[in-house]
């Protein structure tokens, strides 16, 4: 499930989200299955749930700038 997950996130560019995963309880299926991805989790450490808006809506208009949508108009 580890593995997984830092897959995941190094394929998105998540870098906070909690997991939740399915295991079979078969010998022969090793690989986990996903069953959540949940960004809503932790927020206390955060500051509590509006500092949380406020950090996700700053990371949102920094990664909306890096997109450069805008050049060249």
């Known amino acids: ?4 997950a830092k897959h995941f996130c190094k394929m998105t560019g998540i870098n ?3 997991f939740d995963f399915l295991f079979s309880s078969e010998v022969n299926i ?5 069953l959540e991805i949940n960004y809503f ?3 206390k450490g955060l500051g509590g749930s509006e500092k949380y808006y406020q950090i996700l809506e700053s990371e ?3 990664w ?4 450069k ?3 060249g108009k």
Do not use: D, Q, T, Y
């Open 1 to 4: 499930a580890v593995s997984s």
């Open 16 to 18: 906070l989200a909690g």
């Open 30 to 34: 090793k690989e986990p299955l996903f």
């Open 41 to 43: 989790f932790g927020r």
């Open 60 to 62: 949102i208009k920094k």
């Open 64 to 67: 909306i700038e890096s997109l």
């Open 69 to 71: 949508l805008n050049e």
